[in-house]
């Protein structure tokens, strides 16, 4: 089995850390391609940086076939709904994983998350995904995405103790980590605020994983039919247009 990671920026650190995290939970047999844009942004904060990270995304997965399953990592779930269209093979959002393991371990959730530019991305999804009244709280850490990548920043320690402050005040009953770029803190969180700390990165290997070993697909009627790639669109490499 053969999962296709992908960061939506550009920053291969992130990517190599993000690609590290995966393969610790995969199962044996199952090959972890890590990869990253050639251009877009070096981090995702915000509906702009969404915006301007599809177009590499989406080349990325509709230039390749030699994957069983795709997994968006960035916790905005940034192009899910359009990669599903590029590929009947399921695609994951590391956001959507986490929110729905998170309900399935407990009665409420607090999501933190970098900036707050970033809590109305994340409250929309969850209220998408039908998940809102299961969250207590988005909270912003305040720190930015690259500050993630620095070891001489302050970073686990202020998200430490926004977890803290979400169990004291919110009532958490679990964690979910609101960047790709904390996958390296879930356990160490876990183990020291006695809870559940989900990452949506290994969130989403255990999902793929699954849905693979069952044979799943997306399904290609309505709203994730392929694209009608005879009006504007370029042809993705080895793509036909559709009828």
């Not at 995966?22 to 050639?38: D, F, H, K, Q, W």
């Given at each position: 089995?053969?999962?296709?990671?992908?960061?939506?920026?550009?920053?291969?650190?992130?990517?190599?850390?993000?690609?590290?995290?995966?393969?610790?939970?995969?199962?044996?047999?199952?090959?972890?391609?890590?990869?990253?844009?050639?251009?877009?942004?070096?981090?995702?904060?915000?509906?702009?940086?969404?915006?301007?990270?599809?177009?590499?995304?989406?080349?990325?997965?509709?230039?390749?076939?030699?994957?069983?399953?795709?997994?968006?990592?960035?916790?905005?779930?940034?192009?899910?709904?359009?990669?599903?269209?590029?590929?009947d093979k399921p695609v994951i959002g590391i956001g959507e994983a986490a929110f729905h393991m998170a309900?399935?371990?407990?009665?409420?959730?607090?999501?933190?998350?970098?900036?707050?530019?970033?809590?109305?991305?994340?409250?929309?999804?969850?209220?998408?995904?039908?998940?809102?009244?299961?969250?207590?709280?988005?909270?912003?850490?305040?720190?930015?995405?690259?500050?993630?990548?620095?070891?001489?920043?302050?970073?686990?320690?202020?998200?430490?103790?926004?977890?803290?402050?979400?169990?004291?005040?919110?009532?958490?009953?679990?964690?979910?980590?609101?960047?790709?770029?904390?996958?390296?803190?879930?356990?160490?969180?876990?183990?020291?605020?006695?809870?559940?700390?989900?990452d949506g990165v290994v969130c989403a290997v255990a999902l793929a994983e699954g849905m693979v070993r069952?044979?799943?697909?997306?399904?290609?009627?309505?709203?994730?039919?392929?694209?009608?790639?005879?009006?504007?669109?370029?042809?993705?490499?080895?793509?036909?247009?559709?009828?």
């Amino acid at each position: 089995m053969r999962l296709l990671v992908i960061n939506p920026n550009t920053t291969a650190t992130m990517t190599e850390k993000i690609g590290a995290a995966a393969r610790r939970v995969a199962a044996p047999g199952t090959e972890i391609l890590a990869v990253n844009p050639g251009s877009g942004p070096a981090s995702i904060e915000g509906y702009y940086d969404e915006a301007i990270s599809l177009a590499g995304l989406l080349e990325v997965i509709g230039g390749r076939s030699d994957y069983d399953a795709v997994i968006i990592a960035c916790f905005d779930d940034t192009g899910l709904d359009a990669a599903r269209c590029l590929t009947d093979k399921p695609v994951i959002g590391i956001g959507e994983a986490a929110f729905h393991m998170a309900a399935m371990l407990s009665n409420s959730f607090s999501v933190v998350t970098t900036l707050g530019r970033s809590v109305p991305a994340i409250s929309h999804n969850l209220a998408r995904y039908g998940l809102a009244t299961r969250c207590a709280r988005v909270r912003a850490s305040e720190i930015p995405v690259l500050d993630l990548e620095d070891p001489l920043s302050d970073a686990c320690a202020r998200i430490g103790h926004e977890v803290a402050r979400a169990i004291l005040e919110d009532r958490a009953e679990a964690i979910v980590l609101g960047c790709a770029g904390m996958t390296d803190l879930a356990r160490a969180l876990s183990q020291a605020h006695g809870l559940p700390v989900l990452d949506g990165v290994v969130c989403a290997v255990a999902l793929a994983e699954g849905m693979v070993r069952l044979g799943l697909a997306t399904s290609r009627l309505g709203g994730y039919a392929p694209p009608r790639f005879d009006k504007s669109a370029p042809v993705p490499p080895g793509r036909e247009p559709a009828p």
